[in-house]
T-cell receptor
Framework: DTGVSQDPRHKITKRGQNVTFRCDPI?????LYWYRQTLGQGPEFLTY????????KSRLLSDRFSAERPKGSFSTLEIQRTEQGDSAMYLC?????????????FGQGTRLTVV | QQQVKQSPQSLIVQKGGISIINCAYE??????FPWYQQFPGKGPALLIA?????SEKKEGRFTISFNKSAKQFSLHIMDSQPGDSATYFC?????????????FGKGTKLSVIP
């Protein structure tokens, strides 16, 4: 499969625990994005990488959130000391080099439930 | 501040009818306007997109109409089919150099009934 792959698909964790999600973008896509989607809402931008450089971060990305893309390939999103408000679908997307109108391809997301 | 406002929140259309979803944006620097389709349990998938230098774009049964002066754009689905039942999101991006983030509307849940 050559699409964006996210792992795990579902995660249930207790409040206060740390969680880490992984995203494998489409091969050779140098741009990678993380979005958060809560029930009944559109995806909200969290952060953006160009190769291994993190170029944009939303104010939604609090100090408890950290994202990495160490070799410009896969990326991880870690949430420390999870809170119930972190419950959401976390979506990863990737796109090839190009202008702002370059299509972003989304993965199926990781659904996080904090209990 | 919601930069892309989408309506209606939900829409029920008879099979064969026309589905119309509207969006309005505030940031005049936006220069790329895609529509995404999302099925339950799946990530959003690009349906059709438009740049502000054209007023309309058609791909099969899907048409985007764009009104730059009004800062509005809409999605028309002709001959709607039950398989079109999904949530549709308008989005916008562009503007300042290097900004590729998409700003999404809140979505429209479309139900096409036989």
């Amino acid at each position: 499969d050559t699409g964006v792959s996210q792992d795990p698909r579902h995660k249930i964790t207790k409040r206060g625990q740390n969680v880490t999600f992984r995203c494998d973008p489409i091969s050779e896509h140098n741009r990678l994005y993380w979005y958060r989607q809560t029930l009944g809402q559109g995806p909200e931008f969290l952060t953006y990488f160009q190769n291994e450089a993190q170029l944009e971060k939303s104010r939604l990305l609090s100090d408890r959130f950290s994202a990495e893309r160490p070799k410009g390939s896969f990326s991880t999103l870690e949430i420390q000391r999870t809170e119930q408000g972190d419950s959401a679908m976390y979506l990863c997307a990737s796109s090839p080099w190009g202008g702002a109108d370059t299509e972003a391809f989304f993965g199926q997301g990781t659904r996080l439930t904090v209990v | 501040q919601q930069q892309v406002k989408q309506s209606p929140q939900s829409l029920i259309v008879q099979k064969g009818g026309i589905s119309i979803i509207n969006c309005a944006y505030e940031n005049t620097a936006f220069d790329y306007f895609p529509w995404y389709q999302q099925f339950p349990g799946k990530g959003p998938a690009l349906l059709i997109a438009i740049r502000p230098d054209v007023s309309e774009k058609k791909e099969g049964r899907f048409t985007i109409s764009f009104n730059k002066s009004a800062k509005q754009f809409s999605l028309h689905i002709m001959d709607s089919q039950p398989g079109d039942s999904a949530t549709y999101f308008c989005a916008a991006s562009g503007g300042r150099a290097g900004s590729y983030q998409l700003t999404f509307g809140k979505g429209t849940k479309l139900s096409v009934i036989p």
